[in-house]
C-alpha cells in the first residue's frame, strides 16, 4: 500500500523569505501523481502545484515550486517571496496513474505559519 | 464555472439522528469522492462514484454509512443512526475521467453531540 509522510508537523517564515516543506512518499508503482494541496483556515481544500512521475522536469506555479526525486520517493514544495496569504496546513498527497484506485492518499500535513 | 458545492456547510445534530451530507460535482466530471478528516485520522477517502456507479466503498466505516449518486449532479453521504465519533469535516471532489486533479468542495463540519 501506498503511504505518504510530512515529517514536519509546523514551519514557520517571515514575510518575503523562502521556506521548503518536505515529503516521501512509498510506492512500488512507476507511474503516479503527485500534488501539494493547502488548506487555509477556511478549511478549502485548494490545489497549490502537481507533479506527474514521468516528468523529469520539476513543475512550477509562479511562486511555488517542487524538488521531486523519484529514485528518492522525495517530493518537497519550495515558496519564494512567502506571503501573509501562504499560511495555511499544507498537504502532500499521492494518486495512483490510471487503473482503478483513483483515491488520493494523503500525508498529514504541515502547518505553515508566516511570520509579518 | 461553479467549482464543487456542498450543503450544509455545518451540520450540528444529536446522537442516534439521521445526517444526510449533500454534494453536487463539477459539471462534466465523471468521478466523485467523498473523504473525511479528523485530528485522528487525517484525510481518508471513504468512497468514490465513476459516472454514478460505486467503484470503491472500503474507506467507509461501518453499515451506519451510505452513500448514493442517483444522477451526474448530485451525490449524498447518510449517516444512521450518528454517533459523536462521526464528528468530522467531510469533504467532496470531483475530477475528469480524464485524471486528476481532483476538485474538493468546501466541506461540511458534522458534529454529532
Known amino acids: 500500500a501506498q503511504t505518504v509522510t510530512q515529517s514536519q508537523p509546523e514551519m514557520s517564515v517571515q514575510e518575503a523569505e523562502t521556506v521548503t516543506l518536505s515529503c516521501t512518499y512509498d510506492t512500488s508503482e512507476s507511474d503516479y501523481y503527485l500534488f501539494w494541496y493547502k488548506q487555509p483556515p477556511s478549511r478549502q481544500m485548494i490545489l497549490v502545484i502537481r507533479q506527474e512521475a514521468y516528468k523529469q522536469q520539476n513543475a512550477t506555479e509562479n511562486r511555488f515550486s517542487v524538488n521531486f526525486q523519484k529514485a528518492a520517493k522525495s517530493f518537497s514544495l519550495k515558496i519564494s517571496d512567502s506571503q501573509l496569504g501562504d499560511a495555511a496546513m499544507y498537504f502532500c498527497a499521492y494518486q495512483n496513474y490510471g487503473g482503478a484506485t483513483n483515491k488520493l492518499i494523503f500525508g498529514t500535513g504541515t502547518l505553515l505559519a508566516v511570520q509579518p | 464555472d461553479a467549482g464543487v458545492i456542498q450543503s450544509p456547510r455545518h451540520e450540528v445534530t444529536e446522537m442516534g439522528q439521521e445526517v444526510t451530507l449533500r454534494c453536487k460535482p463539477i459539471?462534466?466530471?465523471?468521478?466523485l469522492f467523498w473523504y473525511r478528516q479528523t485530528m485522528m485520522r487525517g484525510l481518508e477517502l471513504l468512497i468514490y462514484f465513476n459516472n454514478n456507479v460505486p467503484i470503491d466503498d472500503s474507506g467507509m466505516p461501518e453499515d451506519r454509512f451510505s452513500a448514493k449518486m442517483p444522477n451526474a449532479s448530485f451525490s449524498t453521504l447518510k449517516i444512521q443512526p450518528s454517533e459523536p465519533r462521526d464528528s468530522a469535516v467531510y469533504f467532496c471532489?470531483?475530477?475528469?475521467?480524464?485524471?486528476?486533479?481532483?476538485?474538493f468542495g468546501p466541506g461540511t463540519r458534522l458534529t454529532v453531540l
Open positions: 459539471s462534466g466530471h465523471d468521478y
Open positions: 471532489a470531483s475530477s475528469r475521467a480524464q485524471g486528476p486533479p481532483q476538485f
